[in-house]
């Protein structure tokens, strides 16, 4: 099963599989598959994981930040087509990140704007569909396995988390979101 997210991560955090197991739970608890965490029509670039995984930075107006992933708390929302979301409550704080740290990030980072493939040969798609987008893994053999589906929104920018368990990306009308890929 798939999990999305939004996120953002602040530079003091959880172990990486602690920070994706606070966030799992925090989803399965609420019983959705998705949640936005940062909400922003002003993310520029593609986000980028730290080495470690615990942080998820962006660019807002031309300023990096970062977000922990461990400590995000979720409630119910909702999102395209009333489809139930977890959004972070209370909003998670944001701590500025050097770009020089960016950049050093950005080396052994893994991201598309459309596709990203981990090592164990998975892949995780956002397809474009008339003016929205499908977001989707393909599987050998069978169709691929949609997600969701926007119409009018633009989503792009995956960002593999270094564990691959995890891929971040921007939806334009609504900000930075994240989904838990593992199977």
Known sequence: MSYLLCA?????????EDANSALLAELRKLGVTSALVVSSQAIDEQPVWSPDGRQLALNIDEKWSAIDIGALRLRAGSWHNGEAIGVVDPRAPLVAVPEAEILAWQENARFDPRRVTTKTGMTVELAREELGTVFH???KGSKPEVLWRTSLENCHSLALSPDEKLVAFICELNGLLVADIEP
Do not use: D, E, R, S
């Open 8 to 16: 953002l991560l602040t530079l003091a955090g959880a172990p990486t």
């Open 137 to 139: 893994i393909p599987k």
